[in-house]
């Protein structure tokens, strides 16, 4: 995918065109869903938007967090991984599903989800 989306230049990834739509669904190293490579290059759109009028995208994070971490566990989806989902579709954005949002969310670290016996379980 790195390579696939030019390194993830979000430039360079706005700019795609239908030539290189065709070239990602022929490469065999990546999803080649169409509607989902398209929702890619839309999605970055809108994410640069977001950037834009927020200055970065965590601050727009933080208009739903209030900069908190939330600790929990055992869970798939959440009130706030709902609430960023249903903005980002308001605003456009394709498959960005709760599920999405909250593993995203998992990843960036604003929903800390280790339980005591995890090696990265930290007080």
């Known amino acids: 995918f790195k390579e696939a989306y030019e390194d993830f230049d979000i430039d360079k990834v706005i700019e795609f065109d239908e030539e290189k739509v065709e070239q990602l669904r022929n490469n065999p190293n990546i999803i ?50 709902d609430s960023i989902s249903n903005d980002l579709k308001k605003r456009g954005m394709k498959f960005v599903g709760s599920t999405i949002i909250y593993s995203f969310l998992q990843a960036i670290g604003v929903i800390y989800s280790h339980e005591k016996d995890c090696f990265l379980y930290k007080d």
């Open 32 to 81: 080649r869903n169409k509607l989902k490579i398209k929702a890619s290059i839309s999605n970055a759109k809108i994410f640069k938007s977001i950037q834009e009028e927020y200055q970065t995208f965590y601050n727009y994070l933080c208009t739903f967090t209030h900069g908190k971490i939330i600790y929990e566990t055992g869970k798939t989806t959440s009130t706030l991984s």
